[in-house]
């Protein structure tokens, strides 16, 4: 089976060293043949758990294609939450775990990337 939930030791990696540093997270995922409904009442159950954590939805949108490599995502989503300890707090919530089913129903794979918010010049 094909890894779709968080492993703690990356994540704790993280709050141990960035416990408050704002971050950006980068998610690419790839849709089971027939995952589209699973995977948008997914996301609308999670559009409420993200607002508690203070976390903004910078970007999400269907892929057109793949330029370098060989993978295709279907979907990518880019979230800014205001700590990494934010972000810990939202993958531990309970309701967020409660979908976890929901989520292996729609995805096929996923590969998520945290990075250091860019600062603002002005």
Known sequence: MTRLDVDGDPLADL?????DE????VNLVRLKPGGQDAHRAYLDQVDGILQRYGATPWY???????L???EHWDKAA???YPSVRALAAFIADPQ???LAPLRHEALDAGIVHVFRQPVDPA
């Open 22 to 25: 704002p971050v950006v997270v």
């Open 68 to 70: 370098i490599g060989e």
């Open 60 to 66: 999400a949108g269907a892929g057109l294609g793949t």
């Open 78 to 80: 880019i979230t800014a």
């Open 15 to 19: 709050l141990a060293r960035y416990p």
């Open 96 to 98: 967020f775990l409660a």
